[in-house]
C-alpha cells in the first residue's frame, strides 16, 4: 500500500506488538489510522474486516451504537482544544524495540477487535463471602488459564512480555502489611551498599526516609496529618499500594479494620461488575460502552501492558461501572487515562519487574481482581473531588483554564501578551492538560510521582493545586515560546520535550507550582471575575 500523507494535526497512533495484537501490518485499512478528532465516530457502521468475529459481531446488533456526545464549549476555539493529541505518549521506561513510523504514520489496530461479549470465555460467578473465590463474570474476556505454579514463576528468568509473579501474592492481597513486613526482612538480610560516600549517604536518606513511613503506617490508628507531611516529597514505590489509599480514605485509618474493609470492598466491586454485565452485552448502555470500547485500546499507546487483553478487560469494566454509577457525567475521555497510575501501582505490589511490560495474563484471578478492584475505588475517590470536570460542558474544566490564563498574565506578563499577540487562546492546549491531568504530556512514572504530592495536599489538589502545576509547567517553556509564532506554540505545545523527565524534573515543578500557589491561590481579588 502506497504511505499517505500525514494528517493536518498530530495524531496517536498505536503501534501493535505481535505479542499482544492479531493484526498484521498488512490489516492496514482506511480506518486504521485515527486522531481524537474522530473520536466520536460516524453513526453509521464502518465496513471492519476481522476475521472470525466479523459475523458475530455484525448479528448482534442492526445498528451501530451512537456516539457519546461532547459538549458545546463556548469559544471559538473548543474545537480545536478537543482534537490535538499528544503526538508520542511518553513512556515511564526507555523504550525496548520501537517500531519507527512510516512516513510520520504509525499503525493503530481497530477498536473493535475482541468480539462480542457474549463470545468471550467467562467462568462461574463467586458463591462465597471470600474474594479468593471472586473470578466469575466479572472477567469478560479471552481468559487463559491462571497461573498456579507460582514456585515455577519464582525460579524462571524475568522476560520482557512476561515478568514474574512474587511467591508472596496471596499474603499480601489478604493484608497489605505484608509489604511493610517482606521488605524489613529483606533489609536485614542485606548488608548496607559499598561505594563512594554520596551513595552511602543516598542510601541513607532513603533508608530513614521508608523507617518514618513504616513507622507512621504501623500506628494502631495512622496521623494522617504525619503521612500527609510525609508523601509531599515523594512515597517509596514500595510503600505507594499502602499510602495512596490510606490518603484517599479507601483504606480506613484505624489498623484492626483495614483488612475487613478491604475484603468488604472487593467482594462489593465484585458484585457490581457481576450485575452490570450479567445480561451480557444486550444489557449494557450501548452509547456508553461504545465509547469505552474505542477509548480503551488507546490508552497509553505503545506500552505492553496496555495493549494485553486482560488489561484492556479489566480497564472496559472499571470505567463502565463507574459510568453507570455516576449518571450526570457518565464516561468522558480522558478518564481511561486516570486509572492507569492506580492500577500500575496496584500491579507493583505483586510482580518483581517493570509494571508497563508485564504481562497481566500469569496472574492468579484473585490478584487480577484485587488489583482491578483496588483501582476502581481509589479512581472513584479522586473523580469524586472534580466531577464537574466531566459533566455537561464541562464547567471544572471551563473555570480552571480561564483562572490559568488569569494566573499565568500574573506570574509571566510578557509571556501572557506574546500569546495573546499571536491569538493564541489557553483553550486550545490547556483543556487537555486539566482534562487529562497532564498524562498525555509525562510519563506515568512521572505522573505517579506527581500525585504523591496532590494526594498529599488532598483530593482537592486535582483541581485547585493542578491549576498551579500546569501554569508552572507553561510558563517553564516561556522563553522558547516568546520566539514562535501561532502555528509553532500550537505545535509544541502538543508534543513538549518532556520523554526524559525524571523525579527531579517534576519535584522542581512542584516546588514551582507551590510557590505560586502560596502566593496567589488566597488573593482572590488580584484575579478577573
Not at 455484525?58 to 482534537?83: C, E, F, G
Not at 484473585?366 to 459533566?391: K, M, P
Not at 494566573?407 to 487562546?425: S, T
Not at 516568546?482 to 523525579?503: A, C, E, N, V, Y
Request: aromatic share 10%.
Amino acid at each position: 500500500m502506497a504511505a499517505r500523507p500525514p494528517p493536518a494535526r498530530p495524531h496517536i497512533g498505536l503501534n501493535p506488538n505481535n505479542k499482544f495484537s492479531s493484526y498484521s501490518v498488512n490489516d492496514w485499512g482506511e480506518d486504521d489510522a485515527w486522531d481524537s478528532a474522530s473520536d466520536s465516530e460516524s453513526t453509521s457502521k464502518p465496513d471492519w474486516k476481522r476475521s472470525g468475529s466479523s459475523n458475530a459481531r455484525a448479528s448482534s446488533s442492526t445498528t451501530a451504537p451512537k456516539p457519546v456526545p461532547r459538549p458545546t464549549l463556548n469559544t471559538s476555539s473548543s474545537t480545536l482544544a478537543s482534537s490535538y493529541t499528544h503526538v508520542h505518549a511518553p513512556s515511564s521506561y526507555p523504550p525496548k524495540g520501537e517500531q519507527p513510523a512510516r512516513n510520520g504514520w504509525t499503525i493503530v489496530r481497530k477498536s473493535t477487535d475482541r468480539g462480542s461479549l457474549e463470545s468471550r470465555d467467562s467462568i462461574p460467578p463467586p458463591h462465597g463471602a471470600g474474594y479468593d473465590e471472586l473470578d466469575g463474570d466479572m472477567v469478560i474476556g479471552e481468559l487463559e488459564t491462571d497461573v498456579d505454579d507460582r514456585a515455577g514463576l519464582q525460579s524462571a528468568k524475568p522476560r520482557y512480555d512476561q515478568g514474574i509473579v512474587r511467591d508472596d501474592a496471596q499474603e499480601i492481597v489478604d493484608d497489605p502489611l505484608h509489604l511493610i513486613y517482606r521488605q524489613q526482612a529483606r533489609a536485614h538480610a542485606e548488608s548496607p551498599p559499598g561505594g563512594s560516600e554520596k551513595s552511602m549517604r543516598e542510601h541513607s536518606i532513603r533508608t530513614n526516609k521508608r523507617r518514618k513511613f513504616v513507622e507512621c503506617i504501623e500506628r494502631d490508628d495512622v496521623d494522617i496529618a504525619q503521612l500527609r507531611k510525609l508523601a509531599w516529597n515523594g512515597v517509596p514505590d514500595d510503600l505507594r499500594p499502602l499510602v495512596w489509599p490510606l490518603l484517599l480514605g479507601y483504606l480506613p485509618l484505624p489498623k484492626p479494620t483495614r483488612t475487613s474493609t478491604l475484603a468488604r470492598k472487593r467482594r462489593e466491586y465484585a458484585s457490581l461488575v457481576e450485575t452490570t454485565f450479567s445480561r451480557g452485552r444486550d444489557g449494557l448502555d450501548q452509547q456508553i460502552w461504545h465509547q469505552i470500547e474505542i477509548d480503551v485500546p488507546r490508552t497509553r499507546p505503545g506500552v505492553p501492558l496496555w495493549m494485553q487483553a486482560h488489561t484492556q478487560r479489566s480497564l472496559e469494566r472499571i470505567l463502565y461501572v463507574w459510568a453507570i454509577r455516576h449518571p450526570a457525567s457518565g464516561y468522558v475521555q480522558g478518564i481511561n487515562d486516570l486509572a492507569t497510575p492506580f492500577f500500575q501501582v496496584f500491579l507493583d505490589a505483586y510482580i518483581d519487574s517493570d509494571p508497563e511490560e508485564f504481562d497481566t495474563g500469569t496472574l492468579p484471578s484473585n490478584v487480577r481482581t484485587a488489583v482491578e478492584a483496588d483501582t476502581f475505588w481509589c479512581l472513584s475517590r479522586l473523580l469524586d473531588g472534580i466531577q464537574d470536570n466531566y459533566i455537561a460542558g464541562q464547567p471544572g474544566i471551563q473555570r480552571s483554564v480561564k483562572r490559568m490564563a488569569e494566573l499565568v498574565a500574573r506570574i509571566d506578563a510578557p509571556l501572557a501578551a506574546h500569546l495573546e499577540a499571536e491569538n493564541v487562546e489557553f483553550i486550545q492546549f490547556a483543556f487537555r492538560w486539566m482534562n487529562c491531568l497532564l498524562m498525555r504530556e509525562i510519563s506515568v512514572q512521572n505522573t505517579i510521582r506527581m500525585w504523591d504530592t496532590y494526594l498529599a495536599e488532598g483530593t482537592d489538589a486535582f483541581s485547585q493545586f493542578h491549576l498551579y502545576v500546569c501554569s508552572a509547567f507553561l510558563v517553564r517553556w516561556s522563553k522558547k515560546l516568546q520566539d514562535m509564532d501561532f502555528q509553532g506554540i500550537i505545535m509544541f505545545l502538543q508534543s513538549l520535550p518532556t520523554q526524559g523527565w525524571t523525579d527531579h524534573e517534576i519535584e522542581m515543578l512542584l516546588s514551582e507550582a507551590f510557590v505560586h500557589y502560596s502566593t496567589w491561590h488566597n488573593a482572590q481579588s488580584h484575579f478577573g471575575k
